[in-house]
């Protein structure tokens, strides 16, 4: 359970903190050739980067980071806070476990039919 937590926990981060660079980027008018010059990061990697995709290494991260002034701690703290929230839905799956669903439509309908009428 912990490996599948963890893999989607840095799905979730990878895909928040590509759009955090790309709005970034966008908002101060760089280009991918044109970050890519100032930060010797590639090109194919900004863009796959941006796209959610873990592309970069922690260096690289960083630097893109301190480059566009952003937190050098925001792709941690995005993967910190991602994992906990999967942890929780996944305990709340063990938890729930087999527990009933109610159909509401279902039972909206039998409580018509016996429920005594309202004068």
Do not use: N
């Amino acid at each position: 359970m912990t490996d599948d937590v963890e893999d989607v926990g840095r799905k979730a981060a990878l895909s928040i903190f590509g759009d955090i660079i790309k709005r970034k980027r966008q908002s101060c008018q760089w280009t991918f050739y044109g970050l890519s010059e100032k930060t010797g990061i590639d090109i194919a990697d900004l863009s796959d980067l941006e796209q959610g995709h873990d592309a970069v290494s922690e260096a690289e991260r960083e630097e893109l980071c301190g480059f566009l002034g952003v937190d050098i701690d925001c792709f941690a703290k995005i993967l910190r806070r991602e994992r906990a929230k999967s942890e929780m839905v996944a305990r709340l799956e063990h938890d729930l476990g087999d527990a009933s669903v109610v159909d509401l439509a279902r039972y909206r309908e039998w409580q018509k039919t016996t429920s005594p009428q309202a004068d």
